[in-house]
């Protein structure tokens, strides 16, 4: 049960390694590459201006992070710190040394419902994110009142690859499960392939870290598709390894 692993950098790399450990083959093929953005430029002059600030992604804090050390700048202290999983919620608790307050199930819906977010009106709010995405948390925020500012500290490039190449490898080596972490990766993967390379990659195994994804998935063509609720490495690699039974 080889699992082709698309998400990106080290993370990938890491998921890849702890299959290894389990037994499990796998095959890291990254679709995007995370990248600096110019909107970090300036962002230690109004940071301390926010009431709440939300990360969206882990690397919406670790970029973050790395641009206010180099320049350095800490976070505030006196603002509400916000994110849209787990994992996030850990990177960012690490980089700013403040309590992070996050939903149990990863996504923009179920973080909207935070009492953070209750009674927002006229309050100061930066969202960090990449380019493009959680529309929805910056229109229900607004919504209620509140004075929102998005702030896109990193950029998703995506990677070429050879798909007539390399999609016979991977049918060749029977993969016949698949990791993509977000909607964008998913998007541009399925643009990369000719009608029979889709037609194989539909009969995987798609896992995925949130329902609407999941629901993206199933619209174009795939069969079967479970939501692991996070994108945390920790949670996609017991969904992929198999329950262990014996005698």
């Given amino acids: 049960m080889p699992v082709l692993v ?3 950098g080290q993370q990938g790399h890491e998921l890849c390694q702890q299959l290894s450990k389990v037994g499990i083959n796998s095959y890291h093929q990254p679709l995007i590459e995370i990248q600096p953005s110019e909107q970090l430029l300036g962002l230690e002059l109004i940071l301390a201006q926010f009431d709440i600030i939300i990360a969206v992604s882990q690397h919406a804090a670790s970029v973050t992070d790395t641009y206010l050390t180099q320049s350095g700048q800490n976070w ?10 787990q994992k996030t919620a850990h990177v960012l608790s690490n980089a700013t040394q403040q309590k992070v307050h996050y939903p149990q199930v990863s996504d923009s819906e179920h973080l909207l419902q935070l009492a953070s977010l209750q009674s927002i009106a006229n ?7 990449g380019n493009g995405g959680r529309e ?3 229109n229900t925020l607004v919504e209620r009142g509140a004075l929102v500012t998005y702030r896109e500290v990193y950029k998703r490039q995506n990677l070429a690859f050879r798909s007539d ?12 499960q698949l990791v ?11 643009s990369q392939l000719t009608d029979d390379h889709k037609n194989w990659l539909f009969t995987l195994h798609l896992y995925v870290p949130s329902e609407r994804i999941a629901q993206q998935a199933r619209e174009i063509g795939f069969q079967a598709v479970t939501n692991t609720f996070s ?15 014996g005698p």
């Fill in 165 to 176: 190449l390399l999609v016979p490898l991977w049918q060749n080596e029977q993969i016949d």
């Fill in 231 to 245: 994108a945390s490495n920790k949670v996609l690699l017991a969904a992929l390894r198999p329950s262990e039974t």
């Fill in 76 to 85: 505030p202290t006196n603002a509400t710190y916000l994110a849209v999983g």
């Fill in 123 to 129: 309050r100061k709010v930066l969202i960090l994110r």
């Fill in 180 to 190: 993509i972490t977000s909607s964008g990766q998913l998007s541009y993967f399925m």
């Fill in 6 to 8: 698309t998400r990106p």
């Fill in 136 to 138: 929805l948390i910056f």
